[in-house]
């Protein structure tokens, strides 16, 4: 996985949405943190958040792991 890309993207996303990142941790059920962690490239996200996400936003995971947003 590309972390610099899904990185970006997650970024994308939320701002998109007008979520702050307690926001967005709530909506996937995950803690703040967590989200700042994978925005800020310290780890690398496991595949049910990016599976979350993408159910919640309505995109497909494939775009927020290997599409430029």
Same mark, same amino acid.
């Given at each position: ?7 970006? !993207? ?9 979520? #702050?990142?307690?926001?967005?941790? #709530?909506?996937? &059920? ?6 700042? !962690?994978? +925005? &800020?490239?310290?780890? +690398? ?9 993408? #159910?919640?936003? !309505? ?6 792991? !290997?599409?430029?947003?």
């Amino acid at each position: 996985m590309d972390i610099d890309l899904i990185a970006d !993207n997650l970024i994308k996303i939320r701002k998109k949405h007008k979520l #702050k990142r307690s926001d967005l941790g #709530k909506l996937i &059920n995950y803690a703040q943190s967590s989200v700042w !962690n994978y +925005e &800020n490239k310290v780890c +690398e996200p496991k595949l049910c958040y990016i599976y979350r996400i993408s #159910k919640q936003f !309505n995109i497909s995971i494939d775009d927020i792991l !290997n599409k430029k947003l």
